[in-house]
């Protein structure tokens, strides 16, 4: 699977999380840039980011810092 992730750095974040399945690598990237673009525009501090992963459930043990608090992560 696919996941685009917008992260607000400043509240430490996940703004939006959205799935694409395997075969739309093409449409997940196109997203990516759409929402980088319109980011842009606004003048934003977000992070997009575009994951690959087998699963939601490995994307959060292996990128732990978008979802989890700095508590979280000292533990």
């Known amino acids: 699977m696919w996941f685009l ?8 974040e996940v703004v ?9 690598r093409s449409k997940a ?10 980011l842009n525009r606004a003048g934003g501090e977000h992070e997009v980011v575009l994951l690959q992963a087998a699963s939601e459930v490995s ?5 732990r810092r ?7 992560l000292a533990s």
């Open 5 to 12: 992730i917008e992260y607000n750095r400043q509240q430490g």
């Open 59 to 63: 994307l959060r043990r292996t990128h």
């Open 29 to 38: 990237e196109n997203s990516r840039l759409e929402l980088e673009l319109e």
């Open 16 to 24: 939006t999380l959205k799935r694409f399945k395997e075969n739309e």
């Open 66 to 72: 978008y979802f989890e608090d700095l508590l979280e």
